[in-house]
């Protein structure tokens, strides 16, 4: 049973330079999410999709793009890394979006902007 | 904006004792989660406290919300050398659309 599965797990890149992180879930869940890790910090969430078809900010959003491409995918894209956008990303599932619900977590893409 | 504040920010211990985590929150609340981590790896889901809920205990681990506190704790009794990882609260708050506010974490030692 995969769970959350995110790739790559590390990856470096250029100021400027673009990426796509990829998420998949095999536990047909409605609701996925997008975090960012920072050292001293919380999760904090960037985008998020209740539904297929539908994607939401969260709270960290700019410089980021999201794409629900089907019930089980969710993409993260950095269109011009920037160096504040070095941290560790999770993406995350649940049955739904409430916040009764147990998120289930990607392994997390370890990324460097330099 | 941080909602859940955990204390304290590191904790080492004897393995075999029991380790007490905090956590403070500022705005009402329907929820309250908490998450283990362990080191390089993704968050795993330990417990959710309802508000109406005062005491939850799940195997070894017990814990209390008090909502007039606006705080709860995390006990992990009996340590073990495998209990060695972050631990973060994650709460709603009412008027949070639906979104889950983490705390940045206790990094728990267990010393063999």
Avoid at chain 1, 79 to 88: D, I, L
């Amino acid at each position: 049973n995969a769970g959350v599965t995110q790739t790559p797990k590390f990856q470096v890149l250029k100021t400027g330079q673009s990426m796509t992180l990829q998420c998949a879930q095999d536990m047909n869940h409605n609701s996925m999410y997008w975090y960012r890790q920072d050292p001293g910090m919380g999760l904090r969430l960037i985008y998020y999709s209740a539904s297929e078809g539908t994607t939401d900010k969260g709270e960290v959003p700019n410089g980021y793009n999201v794409s629900r491409l089907n019930k089980r995918e969710f993409s993260l894209r950095l269109e011009s890394a920037a160096p504040s956008q070095t941290s560790v990303y999770f993406c995350a599932s649940s049955e739904s979006t409430g916040t009764d619900t147990e998120a289930f977590f990607g392994q997390g893409t370890r990324l460097t902007v330099v | 904006s941080q909602q859940g504040e955990e204390d304290p920010q590191a904790l080492s211990i004897q393995e075999g004792e029991n380790a007490t985590m905090n956590c403070s929150y500022k705005t009402s609340i329907n929820n309250l989660q908490w998450y283990r981590q362990n080191s390089g790896r993704g968050l795993v889901h330990l417990i959710l406290i309802r508000s109406n809920e005062r005491e939850k205990h799940s195997g070894r681990l017990r814990v209390t919300l008090d909502t007039s506190k606006k705080s709860s704790s995390l006990l992990i009794t009996a340590s073990r050398a495998a209990d060695t990882a972050s631990y973060f609260c994650a709460t709603d708050a009412l008027d949070s659309n639906y979104q889950l506010i983490w705390g940045a974490g206790t990094k728990l030692i267990i010393k063999p």
